[in-house]
C-alpha cells in the first residue's frame, strides 16, 4: 500500500479495497520497523491514528459522495507545527515537554479535510540547518543512504515519505527547509507564496520568511495536500486575503508556449557537473513537452545568503525571547534569581546552531550595528525581489537545480557552518521576495537524489504543480523507491 500515491489510496479507501484502518496500522508497523534506522518521526501518535482512522471508516462507511478529500489518509506533521494534547519539541529541548492548548491552523485543517496524524516528524532545531543534524533528538537519516543527511530542515518529513513511512507530510521553509530535503530525499515540495498557509501554531522561526507547505511523492499528491492547507487565516494577520484555487485543476494543462528562465547565477561555479546533467536532462523533458527554454539573470543572486543570514538570525532573536522558562517549555533547576533562570534556562535549552544565531541577530539588531546590518540587508532584499519581476517579465517560471549536490554524508558539514549555509544558494532568494518555489525529483547522483526547482510569480503555485505533473508524467524518478533497511542505526 506503501507504493500506492495518495490519489490512488483515496480510490482504495472509496472503492473499499482497503479500510483507513487497515492503512494506518500499515504505516504504524513500517515506522515501528524502519524508524529505529531513520530516526523520521520524533513522536508517533498511534492511539490518535487508530481513533481518527476509525472515525474515517464510520465516515467512509455511510459515504454519501462529499466526503472530505483526505478522509482516511495517513499523514505526518513537521515537529514545528502545534498539535493539541500531541508534544510539539521543535526539534529543541527547550519544548521536549511542550504539550500544546490548541491546533496550529494547518493541522486543524487538515484535521478538518479527514486527514489521519500518524506523529511529528525529526527537524533542524527550531528549524535552523540543513541537515537534520541539529536536532535535540539526533539526526535523522537519508533513506537512500544512511551514512548521508536527508537534508532539513523538514529532513524528518522527507526523509518518511521517501521511505514510505507516511504518503503525505507537512513541512516548513524558511530559507530552502521544504525543497531541500525534498529534493535530497527524492520526493515533490512546494514551498507556497508567503501569505498562502497559515502560520498560526507554526513555531516562529523568521516571521517574514517562514511558510508551510505540502510534501509527498507526487506533484498530484502535493496539490491535493495544499488544497487542504491553504487559504485566508483571520487569525494570522500575514495571511493572504487571495481565493485559493483548486491546485489539482491545472495540472494536465498543456506545456506548449510556455517559457522557462534559466537563470546563469544557478549554473555556475558552486554546481556540481553530474547534478547540472540531471537538472538539464529533466530540463530537456519539459522541452519535449513544448515548453522553451530562455537564458536569464538574476544578479543579485550571490547577496542572498548574506542577506538572509542577517535577516532571518535578527527575526529568530527576537522570536525566541520568549523562551525564558517562566511561560512554557524547559526551566532551570533551582534558579539562584530572576537572572539565573533566564540565562541557565536558556543555556540549557538551545543548541549551538541556536546560540549562534541568537547571537548574530540580536548583534545585528543592535544599535550600533543596525544600519549597516539590519537596514542594509532589508534594502538588498527589495534588489533580490525586483530580480526576479524583472525576469517575469520575460519567462513564466524559472528553474534551475534545488540544491549544489547531492545529500553529503552525516558530519561532514558540522564543524563548517558556512559551509553548510551555502547549500542554500539556490533556495534562499525565493523566501527573501516571498515567492512560491517546487523541487521536483531530477534522477540521482552516485546513487543519492537531485531535484529540479521551479520558481513561480506570486500566487502560481498551480503553474508549479502543471509543469511538475508534466515531467513526472514523462519521467519515473518520482516514483523509484529506496532500498529498506531494518533495524537500529549502523
Ligand atoms: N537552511 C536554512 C537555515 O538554516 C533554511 C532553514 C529553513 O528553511 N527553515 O536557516
Redesign the pocket.
Known amino acids: 500500500m506503501h507504493d500506492l500515491t495518495v490519489a490512488q489510496l483515496i480510490d482504495g479507501l472509496r472503492s473499499k479495497q482497503f479500510s483507513s484502518t487497515e492503512l494506518t496500522r500499515h504505516y504504524l508497523e513500517r515506522i515501528s520497523r524502519l524508524d529505529p534506522q531513520l530516526n523520521s518521526y520524533i513522536t508517533v501518535d498511534e492511539s490518535g491514528a487508530l481513533g481518527a482512522a476509525a472515525a474515517a471508516d464510520r465516515a467512509l462507511a455511510g459515504a454519501s459522495g462529499n466526503l472530505p478529500a483526505l478522509t482516511g489518509i495517513p499523514l505526518a506533521h513537521k515537529d514545528i507545527f502545534c498539535t493539541r494534547d500531541l508534544r510539539t519539541s521543535c526539534g529543541s529541548r527547550m519544548l521536549d515537554n511542550f504539550v500544546p492548548p490548541y491546533d496550529a491552523t494547518v493541522v486543524s485543517r487538515l484535521r478538518d479535510a479527514g486527514a489521519v496524524t500518524l506523529g511529528k516528524t525529526n527537524m533542524?532545531e527550531f528549524?535552523?540547518?540543513?541537515s537534520n543534524e541539529s536536532s535535540y533528538y539526533g539526526p535523522c537519516r537519508n533513506p537512500w543512504h544512511p551514512g548521508h543527511v536527508p537534508g532539513?530542515?523538514s529532513g524528518g518529513s522527507a526523509a518518511a515519505v521517501a521511505a514510505g513511512l507516511a504518503p503525505l507530510a507537512t513541512g516548513?521553509?524558511?530559507?530552502?527547509?521544504i525543497r531541500q530535503p525534498a529534493a535530497l530525499c527524492g520526493i515533490t515540495g512546494l514551498k507556497p507564496t508567503y501569505g498562502r498557509v497559515s502560520r498560526l501554531g507554526m513555531v516562529a522561526?523568521a516571521s517574514s520568511l517562514d511558510q508551510g507547505g505540502p510534501m509527498a511523492r507526487t506533484a498530484e499528491d502535493c496539490a491535493l495536500l495544499l488544497n487542504a492547507m491553504a487559504g485566508h487565516d483571520p487569525l494570522d494577520s500575514t495571511s493572504a486575503q487571495q481565493a485559493v484555487p483548486d491546485f489539482s485543476g491545472e495540472l494536465d494543462q498543456p506545456l506548449a508556449g510556455l517559457r522557462i528562465g534559466l537563470p546563469a547565477e544557478y549554473f555556475g561555479d558552486g554546481l556540481d557537473a553530474t547534478t547540472g546533467a540531471q537538472v538539464r536532462e529533466a530540463l530537456s523533458l519539459l522541452e519535449q513537452a513544448g515548453a522553451t527554454l530562455v537564458d536569464i539573470q538574476l544578479p543579485h543572486t550571490a547577496l542572498s545568503i548574506p542577506t538572509y543570514y542577517i535577516l532571518?538570525p535578527a527575526e529568530a532573536s527576537t522570536n525566541l525571547a520568549r523562551y525564558d522558562g517562566v511561560r512554557y517549555g524547559h526551566r532551570c533547576e533551582d534558579p539562584a534569581d530572576l537572572r539565573d533562570l533566564y540565562t541557565r534556562t536558556r543555556e540549557e535549552g538551545f543548541g549551538d546552531e541556536v546560540k549562534r544565531r541568537i547571537l548574530v541577530g540580536t548583534f545585528a539588531l543592535s544599535a550600533a550595528s543596525y544600519d549597516a546590518y539590519y537596514r542594509k540587508a532589508q534594502q538588498v532584499r527589495r534588489l533580490i525581489a525586483r530580480d526576479f519581476q524583472d525576469a517575469f517579465a520575460q519567462v513564466d517560471i524559472i528553474a534551475g537545480p534545488t540544491t549544489p549536490g547531492p545529500a553529503f554524508a552525516l558530519g561532514a558539514k558540522t564543524d563548517d557552518p558556512l559551509s553548510m549555509y551555502l547549500?542554500?544558494v539556490y533556495t534562499l532568494a525565493v523566501n527573501l521576495a516571498g515567492l512560491p518555489g517546487l523541487s521536483a525529483p531530477a534522477g540521482r547522483v552516485n546513487g543519492l537524489p537531485v531535484g529540479l526547482q521551479l520558481i513561480g510569480n506570486h500566487f502560481q503555485e498551480s503553474r508549479l504543480l502543471n509543469v511538475a505533473h508534466q515531467l513526472q508524467q514523462r519521467s519515473d524518478w518520482h516514483l523509484q523507491t529506496p532500498p529498506e533497511t531494518e533495524g537500529g542505526a549502523p
Do not use: L, R, V, Y
Request: charged share 25%; aromatic share 6%; glycine share 24%.
Open positions: 533542524d528549524a535552523m540547518g540543513s532539513g530542515s516548513t521553509d524558511t530559507g530552502g527547509s522561526f532571518a547549500e542554500d
